[in-house]
């Protein structure tokens, strides 16, 4: 799978909106871009999906850049318990391979 | 989204002995499922590939005879670590694959917390 970079950690305020990044330049057209996110002493869960278009699920957003070299995933309204540490994977159907992810501290 | 449990949350063991993980798909079926190893402060690390009906596949550097695996059913596999030490301590997790359309999603369990002593 082709390799994603993401800062290691964002901070956050309660309620206001998070914007996580993920850079995956060397993406190949069967790639789809996951998101997952791990909270402490947890499996990852799942958290959004997509190939080209940009999603919307009750969790969160997923913009992709048109040449898909890019995405971000969006938090509309975060909240203390949204603090973990997210993962951008690149897939084509195997086994999910785990970068070091994005920590995303949420404060009140 | 699909649900996947592990027993026993977590484990503690004597150096020596061995302990079996179980890892289910409670409302779908399995024919894959991933077994994963965390240690603190870092990222899951993939250990095997465990297939409904015929023998695991093994990342390099993970000893098979070690990390058994078991795939009986689309619902069940089992991780046995032979012989724990104490640098087996670690968070175990599994994940079972499911299809929606064309595209398969990873659903992980909650984890299974090892301590060798």
């Known amino acids: 799978d082709a390799k994603t970079t993401q800062p290691n950690s964002m901070e956050s305020n309660e309620e206001e909106p998070v914007h996580l990044p993920c850079n995956h330049s060397t993406i190949s057209g069967t790639d789809y871009i996951h998101w997952y996110r791990q909270l402490p002493s947890q499996g990852p869960e799942y958290v959004i999906h997509g190939l080209t278009s940009n999603v919307n699920n009750r969790m969160a957003s997923l913009a992709i850049a048109e040449d898909r070299k890019s995405s971000t995933l969006i938090l509309h309204r975060a909240t203390l318990r949204d603090a973990a540490v997210y993962y951008c994977?690149?897939?084509?159907?195997?086994?999910?391979?785990f970068g070091k992810g994005t920590s995303l501290l949420v404060t009140p | 989204g699909a649900v996947v449990s592990q027993h026993p949350s977590r484990v503690i063991c004597k150096s020596g002995t061995s302990v079996k993980i179980e890892c289910r798909s409670l409302?779908?079926?399995?024919?894959?499922m991933f077994w994963y190893r965390q240690f603190p402060k870092q990222s899951l690390m993939l250990m095997a590939t465990s297939n409904e009906g015929s023998k695991a596949t093994y990342e390099q550097g993970v000893e098979k005879d070690k990390f058994l695996i078991n795939h009986a059913s689309l619902t069940l596999s089992t991780l046995t670590v032979t012989s724990a030490h104490p640098e087996d301590s670690s968070f175990y997790i599994c994940?079972?694959?499911?299809?929606?359309?064309?595209?398969?999603?990873?659903?992980f369990g909650p984890g299974t917390r090892l301590l060798v002593l």
């Open positions: 994977i690149l897939n084509s159907g195997y086994a999910l391979n």
């Open positions: 409302d779908f079926q399995a024919t894959t």
């Open positions: 994940s079972a694959r499911d299809r929606a359309g064309l595209i398969w999603t990873q659903y």
